[in-house]
């Protein structure tokens, strides 16, 4: 038996840890697993927010009467409704047929399309409040961070906002549950590829609700996933992440994405490697698209603002595998990079070719003069390398 956590005397820990998928969203590696957190506020009246993933309903379910302690469940807040977060929402509502489901009409729409729930829902709109005694909840809509029905609660009490996905991290919670209670320096990169991967393509979005964040004082984030935020130092690194990948904002570095098949164009990228170190530029990321997992890639592509990708021609085409991580970083929107790009061919070239048309539906920046090798590498392509480098370099360097 697992028992809930104690946050405070009247808000409880019911999340979950899972350390057996291996990928998220059936797309995204998780070495060190992911939580499904889930919280309940003890009042006059009780509400949870969000549930887990349908794997863990029976430990969650459990964990929940415990936390009740003989009360009835009243209000179930949904922040968002994907899979992850409402898969036990069926088991829930047999469970304690009289909860009220709160969401707004988009929430609704996908409560009665997965579930085929239409009793008890209770729609709110954007800044409406609800009380529960002592606690006042307001709900603030942020639509696309990450699905459309996403919003916020806030709760006035503590001053927690009960988050969704936003500032959730990969990784589960091992014994600790709050960044004062685990080294959160572990969790800053999984939330880099948590945002990138799953949330990156809605910058836009996330402004906005940061935006509307600004309105409130903030001494807990409770997010879905991850540690849960209560150091002020904590807080406002993680809104800073926030922000700065929503904006597309990179840092001084380069990720340099490359395919290779024999080993050839693999000398271009660590030529133009090498003259990057030369330059002074010493975040110089090497990705070889058949080996690193994309979701490692796509983080780094968000962490830095240089990006240079090389591949040889397949099949009169591009390398399978980079027109793969074109389509991720494509489908993301991503915006503010410095592109170079290079690329090989054996008897007729089509990988530069694409590659030029990738950087201008991207509306890249071009860096430097594009490189096409025929073969193998030889004293001029050697040079042109070279140039890419240094052109990349001194591009970064103008933005000191
Ligand atoms: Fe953690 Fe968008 O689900």
Redesign the pocket.
Known sequence: MLKPIPIKEDLFYIGVNDRTKHLF?NLWPLPKGVS?NSYLISDEKTALFDTVDICYSDIFLQKLEIALGGKTLDYLIIN?M????SGSLGLLKTRFPNVQIVGNKRTADMVQGFFGITDGVKIIEDGEELSLGKHKLIFYLTPMV??PE?MMTYDTVHKIIFS??AF?TFGTLDGGITDAQLHPERYYDEMIRYYSN??GKFGSPVQKALEKLKAFEINYICS??GPIWTMEDQIQKVIGIYDKLSRYQGDEGVVIAYGSMYGNTEQMAETVAYELAQQGIREVILHNVSKRSHSYIIRDIFKYKGLIVGSPTYNNKLFPEVEYLLSKIEGRDMKHRHFGYFGSFTWAGAAVKRLAQFAQDTKFEIVGSPVEMKQTMRQDTYEACISLGRAMADKLKQDR
């Open positions: 969203e499904y968002h994907e899979p992850d977060h990450h699905w996403t969704g996905d959730g799953v949330v879905t996933h």
